[in-house]
């Protein structure tokens, strides 16, 4: 039976905060998108028939003020093409890379009131996510 998660999980976010708070960090974040975008009844978007992929622009739009304001910006970002490894299955519409200062920075993000309400558009937007933190390394011209 196949899992979506477009929340973190209880356990994912408690390991989250036990993770370092000052020191950069990188957030792998892999989306797929609803046909028809999933929002309240009552949202100001309800019935507007936009795709998933037009709702998560919208968030984009909504949110970007307060990622940047953290200190967030974007280092990476592609188009899914192909399963290479894993489940011939499973596949993603986007994936990018958040870099933020620190968690302290995300978390600044995720509690301001605005951004609250930005996240709606990311909810009715996905079928399935996947947020991966990572500790950044270096670049170069080897796997090792």
């Known amino acids: 039976m196949a899992e ?3 929340d973190p999980t209880p356990e994912g976010f408690q390991a989250f905060k036990e993770l370092p708070r000052d020191e950069p960090i990188h957030m792998l974040n892999l989306l797929r998108y609803r046909e028809q975008a999933e929002y309240p009844a009552g949202h100001e978007h309800h019935g507007k028939g936009w795709s998933g992929r037009r709702a998560y622009e919208e968030y984009g739009k909504t949110s970007g ?7 967030g ?6 188009t899914f093409e192909a ?5 011939s299955d499973k596949h993603w519409d986007d994936g990018f890379v958040a870099q933020y200062p620190g968690s302290a920075a995300f978390f600044e993000m995720i ?9 709606v558009n990311r909810t009715a937007a ?14 170069g011209d080897g796997f090792g």
């Open 65 to 71: 003020p307060i990622f940047r304001r953290v200190g």
């Open 111 to 119: 509690k301001d009131p605005e951004y609250q309400l930005a996240v």
């Open 83 to 87: 399963m290479v490894t894993g489940p």
């Open 4 to 6: 979506f998660y477009i």
């Open 73 to 78: 910006s974007i280092v990476w970002r592609g």
């Open 126 to 139: 996905l079928v399935d996510s996947r947020l991966m933190r990572f500790k950044p390394g270096e670049g």
